[in-house]
C-alpha cells in the first residue's frame, strides 16, 4: 500500500538559518509527489511537485526539494527560513490508481524562533 | 475570481444530526475530492469524484455520503453513522496531476 512518512513531528529553526524536512514514501510506480504548506485553520498551498526530469526542483517562496529514488526520499529544503515560514509541512504521492487520490505524510509542524 | 469556496467556514451540530458540507468551484475542473484532518494524522480521502453522476469512495467512506449532480458542486454529508466527526474538512479539484484546495470546513460535534 502507499505510504507517506514525515519523521519529524515539529521542527524549530532560527530565523536565517537553513531548514529540511524530511520525506519517505513507498509506492510501486514511479511518484508523483508534492509539498504543500498549510497555515493554522486554513486550506493548503502548493509549495512545488516532481514528475518526471530533473530530481531538484524550486518551488516558491524560495523552497526545493530532491527527489532520490534509491532513497524513496522527496525532501524539502530552504537556505534561510523567514518567520513568515512557520507552518505546517505536508508531504503526498499522488495514486494514479485511485483517482489521483493524493496520500499524505502525517505532516512537520514548524516553528521559527527570532 | 476562480477558486474553491467551502461553506460554512464553521459548523457545529449535535450528536445524531446529518449535516452537509458544501464545495463549489469555478474552475472547470472534472475531479473533486473530500479530504478528513485530524492532529497529527494528515489528510485522509474520504470520496472522490472524476465526473458528474459518478463518485467513488476513498479510504475513510464510512459514515458519509456525496452527490456530483453539478459540475461544480460536491457536497459532503455527514451521517449519524460517522462515531468520531469532529475535524477539519477539505475539498480539492484536481486539474491533470495537481490538487487545488478550498480553505476548509471546521465540524464540531457537540
Known amino acids: 500500500a502507499q505510504s507517506v512518512t514525515q519523521p519529524d513531528i515539529h521542527i524549530t529553526v532560527s530565523e536565517g538559518a537553513s531548514l529540511e524536512l524530511r520525506c519517505n514514501y513507498s509506492?510501486?510506480?514511479?511518484?508523483?509527489l508534492f509539498w504543500y504548506v498549510q497555515s493554522p485553520g486554513q486550506g493548503l498551498q502548493l509549495l512545488l511537485k516532481?514528475?518526471?526530469?530533473?530530481?531538484l526542483v524550486q518551488g516558491i517562496k524560495g523552497f526545493e526539494a530532491e527527489f532520490k529514488r534509491s532513497q524513496s526520499s522527496f525532501n524539502l529544503r530552504k537556505p534561510s527560513v523567514h518567520w513568515s515560514d512557520a507552518a505546517e509541512y505536508f508531504c503526498?504521492?499522488?495514486?494514479?490508481?485511485?483517482?489521483?487520490?493524493?496520500?499524505f505524510g502525517a505532516g512537520t509542524i514548524l516553528r521559527v524562533k527570532s | 475570481d476562480g477558486g474553491i469556496t467551502q461553506s460554512p467556514k464553521y459548523l457545529f451540530r449535535k450528536e445524531g444530526q446529518n449535516v452537509t458540507l458544501s464545495c463549489e468551484q469555478n474552475?472547470?475542473?472534472?475531479?473533486m475530492y473530500w479530504y478528513r484532518q485530524d492532529p497529527g494524522q494528515g489528510l485522509r480521502l474520504i470520496y472522490y469524484?472524476?465526473?458528474?453522476?459518478?463518485?467513488q469512495k476513498g479510504d475513510i467512506a464510512e459514515g458519509y455520503s456525496v452527490s456530483r449532480e453539478k459540475k461544480e458542486s460536491f457536497p459532503l454529508t455527514v451521517t449519524s453513522a460517522q462515531k468520531n466527526p469532529t475535524a477539519f474538512y477539505l475539498c480539492?479539484?484536481?486539474?491533470?496531476?495537481?490538487?487545488?484546495f478550498g480553505p476548509g470546513t471546521r465540524l464540531t460535534v457537540l
Open positions: 503526498a504521492v499522488g495514486v494514479m490508481e485511485y483517482g489521483n487520490k493524493l496520500v
Open positions: 509506492y510501486g510506480a514511479t511518484p508523483y
Open positions: 474552475l472547470n475542473h472534472d475531479a
Open positions: 516532481y514528475f518526471s526530469g530533473d530530481t
Open positions: 469524484s472524476q465526473i458528474v453522476n459518478d463518485f
Open positions: 480539492a479539484t484536481r486539474f491533470y496531476n495537481e490538487q487545488f
